[in-house]
Nanobody
Framework: QVQLVESGGGLVQAGGSLRLSCAASGITFSIYAMGWYRQAPGKQRELVAG???????NYEDSVKGRFTISRDNAKNTVYLQMNSLKPEDTAVYYC?????????????WGQGTQVTVSS
């Protein structure tokens, strides 16, 4: 079965850093695009950062210059390095794997991990 297991969330002071990890199993990891999403209470889930199978990255405007997404295909793991954290970054962060094949979209989600940034 497909599993995405997240780690690295927690409580950090404003200005601090965290690194989130998402380890995938049950998929051919290297051919999947990977993304980090977040959802704060009362808000829509939003894409924070994405990385394609080719290594191309994209970021939500508010995290550009502060967050870095990367992947290690040998470890089947995607990372989100978060620096200069702000209270507005507080949310549940979710890992997603995606690919499209023969017109069918395959999406898998992690369980979510809480990130809390204190003032």
């Amino acid at each position: 079965q497909v599993q995405l297991v997240e780690s690295g969330g927690g409580l950090v002071q404003a200005g601090g850093s965290l690194r989130l990890s998402c380890a995938a199993s049950g998929i051919t990891f290297s051919i999947y695009a990977m993304g980090w999403y977040r959802q704060a209470p009362g808000k829509q889930r939003e894409l924070v950062a994405g990385i394609s199978s080719d290594g191309n990255t994209n970021y939500e405007d508010s995290v550009k210059g502060r967050f870095t997404i990367s992947r290690d295909n040998a470890k089947n793991t995607v990372y989100l390095q978060m620096n200069s954290l702000k209270p507005e970054d507080t949310a549940v962060y979710y890992c997603k794997a995606n690919r499209v094949r023969f017109g069918r979209s395959y999406d898998y989600w992690g369980q979510g991990t809480q990130v809390t940034v204190s003032s």
